[in-house]
Every structure is written in structure tokens, then in C-alpha cells.
């Protein structure tokens, strides 16, 4: 069984930059593909970044440039997120390529 968790969201304005973390238990990270979604109320999760097991990253266009997906190669994932938008408001997940799931990180940004 995996278990993962987000931290790291909150207020922010624009502009500003926040640093997600997700800490995955039983399993190391470096051993599976690991992503980054996100999702508005009403909308469906988009995909956001993945970081391979043998750690290539790829990235949305919307985040191109601003946002950068990391693993300390142990048990926890990053997403660095810079230069944030209003429209980069949402509840973000990690997620195991195996099919795990953690309870999501709420970001907003706003003046």
C-alpha cells in the first residue's frame, strides 16, 4: 500500500511562488513515475508535470517555464511553482503511476 501526501499550498499572490511537497509511504519515488494534476471545482484534474523513474520531466504548455517537478529520489516530490497565475487556483494531487492518489494541496492565488 502507498500512501501520499501534499503539503505545501496556501495563499499566495500573483506573481508569487509556492513549493509543493509530497511524501510517499511504502514505496521509494524513485522507482515509479510520479505526476503533478490539479483541479477546479466543476472541471476535470489536468495533468500538470511528470518526472520518470529515470528522471526526465515533462510539463503542461500552461506551466512551461514556471512550474519544475523534482524528487529527492527517497520518498518525496516536489513541484516548484513560480510565477503564479489566478488561473493556477486549484487543488493539486500528486500521483503514483501505479495508481495512487494523495488527498490534494489547496493553492490559490490571489490579491
Known amino acids: 500500500q502507498v500512501m501520499l501526501e501534499e503539503s505545501g499550498g496556501g495563499l499566495v499572490q500573483p506573481g508569487g511562488s509556492l513549493r509543493l511537497s509530497c511524501v510517499a509511504s511504502?514505496?521509494?519515488?524513485?522507482?515509479?513515475?510520479m505526476d503533478w494534476y490539479r483541479q477546479v471545482p466543476g472541471k476535470e484534474r489536468e495533468w500538470v508535470a511528470v518526472?520518470?523513474?529515470?528522471?526526465?520531466t515533462r510539463y503542461a504548455d500552461f506551466v512551461k517555464g514556471r512550474f519544475t517537478i523534482s524528487s529527492d529520489a527517497v520518498n518525496t516530490l516536489f513541484l516548484q511553482m513560480n510565477d503564479l497565475k489566478p488561473e493556477d487556483t486549484a487543488v493539486y494531487y500528486c500521483?503514483?503511476?501505479?495508481?495512487?492518489w494523495g488527498q490534494g494541496t489547496q493553492v490559490t492565488v490571489s490579491s
Open positions: 500521483h503514483d503511476r501505479r495508481g495512487y
Open positions: 511504502g514505496r521509494l519515488v524513485s522507482y515509479v513515475g
Open positions: 518526472i520518470t523513474a529515470g528522471g526526465a
